[in-house]
């Protein structure tokens, strides 16, 4: 079992491109996550899907779109990145949501 | 929604020695609080979790208690290793009034010093 999976590890962006991070696990979880986390600041979600077909903000969606693709794959877009997206990104998943999360190993940002 | 506050944000310890962690939150209807465990450069990891209907849980050198009174609950580490230095995150979730999503607290950096 991989569980989650984020691609890529890492990534440098110019301000203004655009991206997609990909996250998809394999433990059939209906629930699954996308967190930034910064320095000082935890982990805060910017958006989630509660079930296959369902999407919903959290507390830092500005400037970001997510894609619940099937079951498995949870995407995260930045459409005109910014250098205040600079950060790492955690997919994570969960049978439930108020069940344990699993994370994937995160993606490192950075916008120049 | 919910606000998770937790303290302190560092914390040192000497080899053998407890340690203590604690959050706060702000909904009375969160009923879900998990602790996570982040090791330098890895991703968070569930170390312990507790419902509102439980007011203490144990599993070997590591409990959790929840005060739903005071809206409040910590973690203990007792004899603490060298290997439990990490960030640790408390979280709170809330399933009542459409708001059911996980929140974080800030994280506390432990450093247990041999």
């Known amino acids: 079992n991989a569980g989650v999976t984020q691609t890529p590890k890492f990534q440098v962006l110019k301000t203004g491109q655009s991206m997609t991070l990909q996250c998809a696990q394999d433990?059939?979880?209906?629930?699954m996550y996308w967190y930034r986390q910064d320095p000082g600041m935890g982990l805060r979600l910017i958006y989630y899907?509660?079930?296959?077909?369902?999407?919903d903000k959290g507390e830092v969606p500005n400037g970001y779109n997510v894609s619940r693709l099937n079951k498995r794959e949870f995407s995260l877009r930045l459409e005109s990145a910014a250098p205040s997206q600079t950060s790492v990104y955690f997919c994570?998943?969960?049978?439930?949501?108020?069940?344990?999360?699993?994370f994937g190993q995160g993606t490192r940002l950075t916008v120049v | 929604g919910e606000n998770v506050e937790q303290h302190p944000s560092t914390l040192s310890v000497q080899e053998g020695d407890s340690a203590v962690i604690k959050c706060t939150y702000s909904?009375?209807?969160?009923?879900?609080f998990p602790w996570y465990k982040q090791e330098l450069g890895k991703r968070p990891q569930l170390i312990i979790d507790?419902?509102?209907?439980?007011g203490e849980k144990k599993d070997q050198r590591i409990a959790v208690t929840l005060n739903k009174t005071a809206k409040h609950f910590s973690l203990h580490i007792t004899e603490t290793q060298p290997e439990d230095s990490a960030v640790y995150f408390c979280?709170?979730?809330?399933?009542?009034?459409?708001?059911?999503?996980?929140?974080f607290g800030a994280g506390t950096r432990l450093a247990v010093h041999p």
């Open positions: 979280a709170a979730y809330n399933l009542s009034g459409g708001y059911n999503k996980l929140i």
């Open positions: 899907s509660a079930s296959e077909g369902t999407t």
């Open positions: 433990m059939n979880h209906n629930s």
């Open positions: 507790i419902r509102s209907n439980v």
């Open positions: 994570a998943s969960s049978l439930q949501e108020d069940t344990e999360a699993f």
């Open positions: 909904d009375s209807a969160s009923n879900y």
